[in-house]
Nanobody, 115 residues
Framework: QVQLVESGGGLVQAGGSLRLSCAASGSIFSINPMGWYRQAPGKQRELVAI???????KYADSVNGRFTISRDNAKNTVYLQMNSLKPEDTDVYYC?????????WGQGTQVTVSS
């Protein structure tokens, strides 16, 4: 079973930047597309960015042009560079497979953007 550990969240002012990391255990990481999700309390988890194993990317309209997803298969890690952050980006961020059956969710990393 793949284990996912997210990190890099924090408190930032509007307009600022953060870089999230997600480290995955297991050798199957490199053959899987990966995604970043976010979830606010009481709301559904939202998929905001996808990267395929061939490094093609796709973004939700709400983050397109501000967020960049990337991956380093040698390190079993996927990243989310978040620029021009807005208060509405405040959420807990998670990584996981974007299609099919997901792996066990990690603990997520809290991102808080102050106005």
């Amino acid at each position: 079973q793949v284990q996912l550990v997210e990190s890099g969240g924090g408190l930032v002012q509007a307009g600022g930047s953060l870089r999230l990391s997600c480290a995955a255990s297991g050798s199957i990481f490199s053959i899987n597309p990966m995604g970043w999700y976010r979830q606010a309390p009481g709301k559904q988890r939202e998929l905001v960015a996808i990267i395929t194993n061939g490094c093609n990317t796709k973004y939700a309209d709400s983050v397109n042009g501000r967020f960049t997803i990337s991956r380093d298969n040698a390190k079993n890690t996927v990243y989310l560079q978040m620029n021009s952050l807005k208060p509405e980006d405040t959420d807990v961020y998670y990584c996981n497979r974007p299609y099919g059956r997901v792996w066990v969710w990690g603990q997520g990393t809290q991102v808080t953007v102050s106005s």
